[in-house]
């Protein structure tokens, strides 16, 4: 049974933004030379309101909470060209004003490093916010949590033990992430990753070694092993120190 009285809609602030904002702009071709690229604040703010009140009703949450990335970012700090590949690529016009709606509007929380992937996480698995609690995301990695997440792009709900997402975070730290530039493991994809991990999925120790022992075989050594699974952690309540307000680094201990 729904206690839909005491359960809360965990949203992917930057997404939902994201979203809302890029279906609003409209090209316009003045003459056979000029175009111009428009789009109406409003119009934007209405979508992005329409689309979490939606996701609100269809998951049966009385709260809604939105998580949003900081302006500082930890995994830019241990690694220069995490998402260098994104460097200069323009965000949608009115991509700003919807996370300034969201701030004055809804109940959101930003953590100083962290992105909006790693908010999710830690309020998915503290007791920062009480009751039940559903992530509402597109973003695959948050599989890495062990949660209850609803993908926009999906229909169901999807459930995630923490041996799932022990062994998912271990995928990640092999696979990498092309699109954030963590070039992970070479020659292993997600398919390879998957094969060699699930055998020892029950021990986070075997799990480890296999990880090791495959970045070995490419000649790179632990520490850079290492740095790739602290870049595909997204932070869970025990990967931040809530009191200094900084993420907690990884360490094979910890899983």
């Given at each position: 049974m729904i206690d839909y009285n005491n359960?809360?809609?965990?949203?992917?602030?930057?997404?939902?933004?994201?979203?809302?904002?890029?279906?609003?702009?409209?090209?316009?071709?003045?003459?056979?030379?000029?175009?111009?690229?428009?789009?109406s604040e409003s119009k934007s703010i209405d979508k992005l309101c329409d689309t979490?009140?939606?996701?609100?009703?269809?998951?049966?949450?009385k709260n809604v909470v939105i998580a949003l990335s900081s302006k500082t970012n930890f995994r830019k700090k241990i690694y220069s060209l995490y998402k260098f590949n994104r460097k200069g690529m323009r965000k949608p016009l009115t991509y700003v004003p919807c996370l300034d709606y969201m701030r004055e509007n809804f109940n959101t929380y930003e953590m100083p490093y962290l992105?909006?992937?790693?908010?999710?996480?830690i309020l998915a698995t503290s007791d920062m916010i009480k009751g039940e609690k559903v992530i509402l995301t597109k973003d695959?990695?948050?599989?890495?949590?062990?949660?209850?997440?609803?993908f926009m792009q999906g229909d169901?709900?999807?459930?995630?033990?923490?041996?799932?997402?022990?062994?998912?975070?271990?995928?990640?730290a092999l696979q990498g992430d092309a699109t954030d530039g963590i070039s992970g493991c070479p020659s292993i994809g997600i398919k390879t990753a998957t094969r060699l991990l699930e055998p020892v999925k029950d021990s986070p120790k075997k799990m480890w070694e296999v990880v090791l022992n495959q970045y070995k075989k490419q000649n790179l050594d632990?520490?850079?092993?290492?740095?790739?699974?602290?870049?595909?952690?997204?932070?869970?309540?025990?990967?931040?120190?809530?009191?200094?307000?900084?993420?907690?680094?990884w360490k094979p201990t910890t899983i």
């Open positions: 359960r809360t809609m965990l949203v992917d602030g930057d997404i939902i933004a994201f979203m809302s904002s890029v279906q609003m702009e409209e090209p316009i071709k003045w003459d056979d030379d000029t175009w111009t690229l428009h789009a979490i009140e939606y996701y609100r009703q269809i998951l049966f949450c992105e909006g992937d790693d908010v999710l996480g695959k990695d948050l599989k890495t949590i062990p949660s209850t997440i609803w169901d709900y999807t459930e995630v033990s923490e041996d799932e997402a022990n062994l998912n975070h271990m995928i990640q632990s520490k850079y092993a290492l740095l790739m699974a602290r870049l595909t952690r997204i932070c869970r309540a025990s990967d931040y120190n809530f009191e200094r307000k900084r993420p907690i680094l």
